[in-house]
């Protein structure tokens, strides 16, 4: 269980690692940084062709319908954590409430899967 969970938080972490680059990418894409922004790409092209094999793992041991919901809620979570803290993104009592919600039901699904 702790082994899943793990591999949620990396595919979580590495997607977003991936949607970092990409980000990274396009403000790099100006007229004199062409390289930089292939770069960019690559690394994050690369990165995803990880995070699907993570999802390979995961998807091995679960089912379809709870692996995606807790990766796509994990992803959601880790990438509004990192928004904020390195993007200066707004934080707001709603995306809180938001982001606590997804996070409860992170958990039921994640206990839902594991009672199977």
Same mark, same amino acid.
Request: glycine share 10%.
């Given at each position: 269980m702790?082994?899943?969970?793990?591999?949620?938080?990396?595919?979580?972490?590495l997607?977003?690692a991936?949607?970092a680059?990409?980000k990274?990418?396009?403000?790099?894409y100006?007229g004199?940084?062409?390289?930089s922004a292939v770069g960019?790409?690559?690394?994050g092209?690369s990165?995803?062709v990880?995070? $699907? %094999?993570?999802?390979m !793992?995961?998807?091995r @041991? &679960? /089912?379809?319908s709870t692996?995606f919901?807790i990766?796509?809620?994990?992803t959601?979570?880790?990438t509004n954590?990192?928004?904020i803290?390195?993007?200066?993104?707004e934080?707001s009592?709603?995306?809180?409430?938001?982001?606590v919600l997804i $996070? %409860?039901?992170?958990? !039921?699904?994640?206990a @839902? &899967? /594991?009672?199977?």
């Open positions: 702790l082994f899943h969970a793990l591999l949620y938080f990396a595919y979580a972490a997607n977003t991936a949607m680059a990409a990274s990418a396009m403000r790099s100006d004199a940084a062409h390289l960019w790409l690559s690394a092209g990165i995803y990880v995070v $699907l %094999g993570v999802l !793992l995961l998807l @041991d &679960g /089912a379809a692996v919901p990766a796509i809620g994990c959601v979570v880790v954590v990192v928004g803290r390195f993007y200066a993104e934080f009592l709603r995306k809180l409430i938001g982001l $996070l %409860g039901g992170i958990a !039921l699904a994640f @839902d &899967g /594991a009672s199977r």
